[in-house]
C-alpha cells in the first residue's frame, strides 16, 4: 500500500508565499509523475502542475511564473513553491502520483488534501 501525506498549507496574504510538500511511503518501486492539483468548492479538480522523474516540468497557465514544481527522488518526495499568491489560488490542493510498487504495477495514488487561503 502506498500513501501519499502532504504539508506546508495556510493562510497567507495576497503576494506572500508559500511551499507544500507530499511524501509517498509504502512499497514503492518507483514513481513516474508526481504533482499537484487543486479543487474549489463547486468546481472540478485543476491541473496546477505535474513533474516526470525525468524532472520534465508541466504547468497551468494560471500558475506559470509563480509556481516551481520539484522533487527528490531519493526521498520520494514532491514540492511546489508558490509564490505571488492571489485569492483565486484559495483551494485545497491535492498531491498525485503514478506509483510502480512493484515493476509490473502502477498506480494512481491522491494524498488527503491541504487547504491554502490567499487572503485580499
Known amino acids: 500500500q502506498v500513501q501519499l501525506v502532504e504539508s506546508g498549507g495556510g493562510l497567507v496574504q495576497a503576494g506572500g508565499s508559500l511551499r507544500l510538500s507530499c511524501a509517498a511511503s509504502g512499497s514503492i518501486f518507483s514513481i513516474n509523475v508526481m504533482g499537484w492539483y487543486r479543487q474549489t468548492p463547486g468546481k472540478q479538480r485543476e491541473l496546477v502542475a505535474t513533474?516526470?522523474?525525468?524532472?520534465?516540468?508541466n504547468y497551468a497557465d494560471s500558475v506559470k511564473g509563480r509556481f516551481t514544481i520539484s522533487r527528490d527522488n531519493a526521498k520520494n518526495t514532491v514540492y511546489l513553491q508558490m509564490n505571488s499568491l492571489k485569492p483565486e489560488d484559495t483551494a485545497v490542493y491535492y498531491c498525485?502520483?503514478?506509483?510502480?510498487?512493484?515493476?509490473?504495477?502502477?498506480?494512481?495514488?491522491w494524498g488527503q488534501g491541504t487547504l491554502v487561503n490567499v487572503s485580499s
Open positions: 513533474v516526470t522523474s525525468g524532472d520534465t516540468t
Open positions: 498525485n502520483a503514478d506509483v510502480s510498487p512493484t515493476w509490473y504495477r502502477r498506480l494512481e495514488v
